[in-house]
């Protein structure tokens, strides 16, 4: 049953994320700002997104984007999950990692989930001001799945860069 903990967080991260855009989509009408806070830095609003990151992929046709961001996506997650659980990862994963990738297939089966139900298209509600790093004034607007993703990813790539060190350190 230990192997299985970090699925409460991939649970936690799909139930949060899909309450949210449910929210949105009930009470914020679609392209609208509904509030504004800390000086302009953080809006709710409505945005769908038809792509991935970025508006990478918009242009695609309907049966390339099936591929793109559905089939592709279940391939990758039913490894991510196999990651989390198989043997092997017993060995060659510690459960901090583990718990990571929970995040990061909890955000992906959240943001799937609307690809599947709603025409492929995300709810994105959380919009940040960037103060024209990059050279945009606001950064992409995103949700808690997206959220879950890269700070997940974070913590991961920290946790693995941390573990070679400490593999460099005892070999030396």
């Not at 004034?137 to 879950?148: C, V």
């Amino acid at each position: 049953m230990r192997r299985f903990r970090p699925f409460l967080l991939t649970i936690a991260v799909i139930i949060l994320d899909q309450v949210s855009k449910a929210l949105v989509v009930r009470f914020i009408p679609e392209g609208t700002v509904a509030a504004s806070l800390f000086s302009d830095f953080l809006w709710i609003c409505h945005v769908r997104n038809d792509a991935v990151a970025f508006s990478f992929g918009a242009s695609l046709p309907i049966a390339m984007k099936y591929a793109a961001f559905v089939i592709l996506p279940l391939i990758v997650l039913a490894l991510i999950a196999y990651a989390i659980v198989g043997r092997r990862a017993e060995k060659e994963t510690t459960v901090f990692q583990k718990w990571c990738l929970a995040g990061i297939l909890g955000g992906g089966i959240g943001n799937l989930i609307d690809r599947l139900f709603r025409s492929l298209r995300v709810v994105d509600w959380i919009s940040t001001d960037n103060y024209g790093w990059f050279g945009m004034d606001r950064f992409p607007t995103y949700n808690i799945a997206d959220a879950a993703i890269v700070l997940s990813v974070i913590a991961l790539m920290i946790s693995l860069f941390a573990e070679g060190r400490r593999k460099d350190v005892k070999e030396d």
